[in-house]
């Protein structure tokens, strides 16, 4: 099973050099930035019908399904 993160993220942090290190170590990994939501996106039913938090969800419900199977 990969290791991923659903971005966002800090914008200090050096995501992407980490999930290339990942990478280059041998590490399955997937990184995706999602731009403009904020932290805890998937936890808030407020913000639930936001585009880009149903495709952060959705990705991850994906990725999960095809390791858990």
Do not use: C
């Amino acid at each position: 099973m990969p290791l991923w993160r659903l971005a966002p993220i800090d914008p200090s942090q050096p995501f992407e050099a980490y999930a290339r290190k990942l990478d280059q170590a041998g590490v399955d990994v997937i990184a995706t930035r999602y731009n403009g939501l904020i932290h805890d996106y998937g936890l808030l039913n407020a913000i639930s019908h936001v585009p880009a938090v149903r495709s952060a969800l959705l990705q991850a419900s994906e990725e999960l399904k095809k390791w858990l199977r």
